[in-house]
């Protein structure tokens, strides 16, 4: 009985763990036409659109043959705790020389990391933190080292993934292989992750497209 009784809990346990740890977002952008549940246009009208499998984010020139930044806002369904989480996702750009900003951010907008996708004249991916939570300027990216061995392709279809730690740290993942270790999250956020920002900065000739094909979120609930 004893035996029975200690698999029992055993097995409890660990479904309770395997809950814990679940998937919490699985987005695969395959119904075309509105943004999914959580995902918002800010500061363009028109620019970004589910198509072809993509979340698709367009530098375009408006009605005045201006183009600005689009930027993708999606919130997470519940709050994320940044102990035993990842947040994975895949992308592509219409260009080599493209810039993309992704910040992952609590509610009231403190910044844990920050990436630079394409990087510009640079054609790799960046990393960046800021002690106080504050979006990183361009020399934090600088000052780290390339994510990518080779030059970005563009068309081609890169997967990076975050793997936050229990130790207030970020391990990044590129293709399944591990770019990074142990990157120090500010020390001074207590909050969970609540959102992920992509801002289309820039594109060769100012034009371009990038596209998310997958968003997902791994790890446990949190509240605030």
Do not use: C
Not at 129 to 147: M, Y
């Amino acid at each position: 009985m004893k035996y029975l009784i200690n698999i029992l809990i055993t097995t409890l346990l660990s479904i309770n763990f395997v809950s814990a740890q679940s998937e919490l977002v699985n987005e695969s952008f395959d119904k075309a036409g509105k943004l999914p549940k959580g995902w918002k246009e800010v500061s363009t009208k028109g620019n970004i659109k589910v198509d072809g499998g993509f979340l698709k984010i367009e530098r375009k020139k408006n009605s005045e043959g201006k183009i600005k930044s689009p930027i993708a806002v999606y919130t997470l369904p519940v709050n994320v705790s940044t102990t035993k989480s990842e947040v994975e996702f895949s992308f592509k750009a219409s260009k080599a020389f493209f810039n993309t900003r992704v910040d992952f951010q609590t509610a009231n907008n403190k910044n844990f990391i920050s990436l630079k996708l394409g990087a510009q004249g640079k054609y790799t991916i960046l990393y960046a933190t800021n002690n106080e939570g504050k979006e990183p300027k361009s020399k934090a990216f600088e000052a780290n080292e390339k994510l990518l061995k080779d030059k970005i392709v563009k068309n081609k279809i890169y997967t990076v993934k975050l793997e936050f730690t229990k130790k207030k740290k970020v391990n990044i993942y590129v293709d399944g292989e591990l770019a990074v270790k142990n990157v120090a999250l500010p020390s001074s956020l207590t909050a969970p992750l609540s959102k992920v920002k992509f801002k289309f900065y820039d594109a060769y000739k100012g034009t371009g497209i990038f596209a998310i094909d997958e968003f997902v979120v791994r790890g446990k609930q949190e509240s605030l």
